[in-house]
């Protein structure tokens, strides 16, 4: 597979010129979502070459059993699996008799790809040449609308170019869909039942084991020009597949539309008797207002989004088509609508990791979504883990764990951990401070304290208890530690003392202390409530004090660096630059073995720690323990660059921060890790917006007001963004010399530039 160069262009992403050997990668970068469900770029009509069939609804999954050589008391019994679902795109087409597959055609021209980011809609264009020697022109236009979230809509226009042509259009249905990577094969779905009515079709479903019932729907119209054709159609149906054929002639030189509206109807927001009938109201309405007004209406939506969370780049083309193609998919993968849902590492474009939560979505999501939406988006996030606390105490239980200690998933789909990698499930517990994590940076952030004495306290409760825990005391060293770990990086695993890991646990320990005593003096009835569900008493936080006093955090007094872990420096410590670039990436050229006695890091570990608690260390600190570690680093996660970006920025180290924005920004549209055709890198996405807005405008909730450190990279004029700061959008326009602000609020807005104390009331200019 060749990495595909897709032309620049501001708020397009172009591919001209057919090579099926992009297919699969680019089905991956022209998916669409709205938030509710999402597809790969798959072809509309036959294609019999290597593809990546992928489509998914939000928050449906399957509990696949976990497959392992032998089994581990507390292993978690299944994987869940974000599904393939039925699929409602498909238009098989036949030209005087020949079926239309770009896999077969004499040939193909004028192929190209369009994903306009700014209007939310995927368009794409080919001439070919079929056996026969007849040549057709075909312009597929799609997009999921933002406006009606159970709506696809498909305008599929067949022109004939070389002569009259007999066209067979069949528009169809398949609920024979199966995942690619499922574990035993199983049958994931269970049609129940196939139906046409007039132009219309229906499937309806349901998963096995976890019982999603789904109707998935389709309705065509034909048009020639502006006029509307009254084709009649015959139907074909199996157990899982219903197909609406129909016959006409096409001149030479005239052209027959089909518009298809299809979609799904889930009971996850619909009674499930009522499926079918809410699909029929789906339609008459897609129907009444036209292919046109949908259009319209979804790109109404669409510059909503942009109005607040666009990002402009002046004078690099390059970086700014990369961060609208993150804000892009991040828009399309959660919208902040459906508070039962999460951010899910592939989104809707592909199948890979499983599962819809990770601690992605609070190291590296939330601040996005505080930014660029309402507040309550990111409350609904935090929400989503307070309503499965039960389940982390209970994942904890099977763990050994007592008396309301909490273990969040490393994967999960409803709160049960459904990860199956002993050294990830058991032994990356730093995800639990990720999560603790995230409730201080909403509060510090936008200012609302009522959620910790409605909801977080009792998460924060639930963590500290299994931190408490999970530390021993050690006679020999005289200190609590934390034995048995895998830290961020996760090319070392089962180690003891992961700095990072420690620091978190000891942290969440005194924050959760914190707001104990907060909440008690300031919201008694809230905190009666919560001590008398969670027993909690002063002798429970004097313990944890006396676990905080004592935490061992391993340091080399030579280097003055933190360590990794016990025994870090025992390693041979030879620098990535060393490396034989034929062997990257190591994960798919060393052996496990080989990668875990490297000194190599994934990803960021001690600087993830200075890149959470920045405001704990100096500057020389800092510096000393990113010149350390850095060198060392492979970038290997995706969740890696922008760490460093963000940290090299706050360093003044320019062409590096430079750098790893460029390989966090287009990670995927150029295919770093040679992988793309497994689907996207969305939660790193929002790494990518933190690259610039945390490190390029250097933006921080430092002493409870906003601040800003400016650092504009060398090829960029300037930067401009929006930001929700506390219910007042805030326009930031950096440039090399001079930073301007204005705001949508009559209010004065304190905030810092450099340290410096201004005052913001309607547009403010700072020189730098």
């Known amino acids: 597979m060749k990495a595909q160069n897709y032309t620049l262009d501001p708020w397009k992403i172009l591919e001209q010129g057919w090579d099926p050997e992009n297919v699969k990668s680019s089905e991956s970068i022209f998916s669409i979502g709205n938030g509710a469900m999402g597809q790969r770029a798959n072809f509309e009509e036959k294609y019999t070459g290597p593809t990546f069939q992928g489509s998914y609804i939000g928050g449906v999954y399957y509990p696949d059993k976990t497959r392992v050589g032998w089994w581990k008391n507390g292993y978690p019994e299944y994987f869940a699996k974000v599904l393939n679902a039925p699929n409602w795109i498909g238009i098989d087409v036949q030209i005087n008799g020949q079926v239309l597959d770009l896999n077969s055609c004499k040939n193909v021209l004028d192929y190209s790809r369009e994903l306009d980011m700014q209007h939310g809609t995927y368009t794409r264009i080919f001439e070919c040449t079929l056996q026969d020697d007849s040549v057709i022109h075909v312009k597929s236009v799609r997009f999921l609308s933002l406006d009606q979230i159970n709506l696809g809509v498909i305008h599929y226009t067949i022109t ?64 020639e020009d502006k006029t509307k054709l009254n084709l009649v ?91 609208r193609f993150n804000i892009f998919q991040l828009n399309q993968t959660y919208t902040g609508n459906d508070a039962g849902l999460n951010i899910g590492p592939k989104g809707f474009t592909g199948e890979k990791y499983g599962g819809s939560t990770y601690w992605d979505t609070e190291a590296y999501c939330i601040p996005f979504y505080m930014a660029t939406k309402k507040q309550e988006v990111a409350r609904n996030l935090l929400a989503y883990r307070y309503n499965q606390l039960d389940r982390a105490i209970e994942n904890a239980g099977k763990l050994g764990f007592t008396e309301g200690a909490a273990l969040y998933p490393m994967v999960t789909m409803n709160g049960e951990e459904c990860h199956n990698e002993w050294e990830i499930t058991f032994e990356e517990i730093h ?150 670039p034929k062997e990257r990436p190591i994960n798919q050229h060393w052996s496990w073995d080989r990668i875990l006695r490297s000194p190599y890091i994934k990803q960021a570990d001690v600087l993830q720690g200075f890149y959470f608690f920045e405001n704990n260390f100096d500057i020389d600190t800092l510096r000393r323990n990113y010149d350390f570690y850095e060198p060392l680093t492979v970038h290997e996660s995706s969740l890696s660059p922008c760490v460093h970006s963000i940290l090299a920025s706050r360093l003044g180290k320019d062409d590096q921060a430079y750098e790893f924005y460029l390989r966090t920004a287009r990670l995927d549209l150029d295919d770093y ?89 309607g547009s403010t200019k700072i020189n730098l």
Not at 167 to 187: A, C, H, M, R
């Open 160 to 223: 004939a170019v070389s002569g009259t042509a007999k066209v067979k259009i069949s528009p169809y249905l398949d609920g024979g869909i199966t995942n690619q990577d499922s574990n035993w094969e199983d049958q994931f779905w269970q049609v129940t039942d196939v139906s046409a009515e007039n132009n219309s079709g229906f499937i309806e479903s349901h998963t096995l084991k976890t019982d999603f019932k789904v109707c998935t729907y389709m309705e065509t119209e034909f048009w």
């Open 673 to 761: 890790n040679a992988e793309v055709e497994e689907g996207l890198h969305i939660t790193s996405m929002a790494g990518t917006w933190m690259s610039i807005v945390e490190g390029f405008a250097g933006m921080r909730v430092e002493n409870n007001l906003l601040s800003f450190r400016p650092n504009v990279p060398k090829a960029w004029s300037e930067i401009e963004f929006r930001i929700n700061f506390r219910n007042v959008i805030l326009s930031v326009t950096l440039s090399k010399d001079s930073v301007l602000f204005s705001t949508n609020s009559d209010a004065t807005l304190k905030l810092l530039v450099h340290d410096v104390e201004h005052e913001i009331k």
């Open 233 to 323: 159609g015959n139907n074909e149906s199996n157990d899982d597949t219903i197909t609406l054929n129909y016959d006409t002639e096409v001149a030479k030189g005239k052209s027959i539309s089909v518009i298809k509206y299809g979609g799904y109807i889930t009971d996850r927001n619909q009674s499930k008797n009522s499926l079918k009938e809410q699909a029929r109201v789906e339609l008459k309405t897609a129907k009444e207002l036209g292919y046109d007004a949908l259009l319209e209406n979804h790109k109404t939506e669409w510059a909503k989004i942009w109005e607040r969370a666009d990002i402009r780049i002046g004078g690099d083309v390059k970086a700014q088509q990369a961060i």
């Open 431 to 580: 995800r639990n401070g990720a999560i603790a994590f995230a409730i201080f940076n909403y509060e510090r952030y936008t200012g609302d304290e009522s959620y910790i004495p409605e909801m977080g306290l009792e998460v924060l409760i639930g963590i500290s208890r299994f931190w408490a825990q999970r530390f021993n005391f050690s006679e020999a060293k005289n200190a609590y530690v934390m034995l048995g770990v895998t830290g961020p990086n996760e090319y070392e695993n089962n180690v003891n003392n992961n700095w990072y890991t420690n620091y978190i646990a000891k942290w969440c320990l005194e924050y959760t202390a914190e707001q104990i005593k907060k909440v008690e003096d300031n919201y008694p009835n809230d905190f009666k409530r919560i001590a008398s569900k969670t027993k909690i008493n002063a002798d429970e936080t004097e313990q944890w004090e006396s676990i905080t006093q004592k935490v061992f955090f391993p340091y080399d007094k030579q280097k003055q660096v933190f360590l990794q872990q016990d025994g870090f420096l025992d390693k041979e410590l030879t620098a990535v630059s060393n490396l034989d």
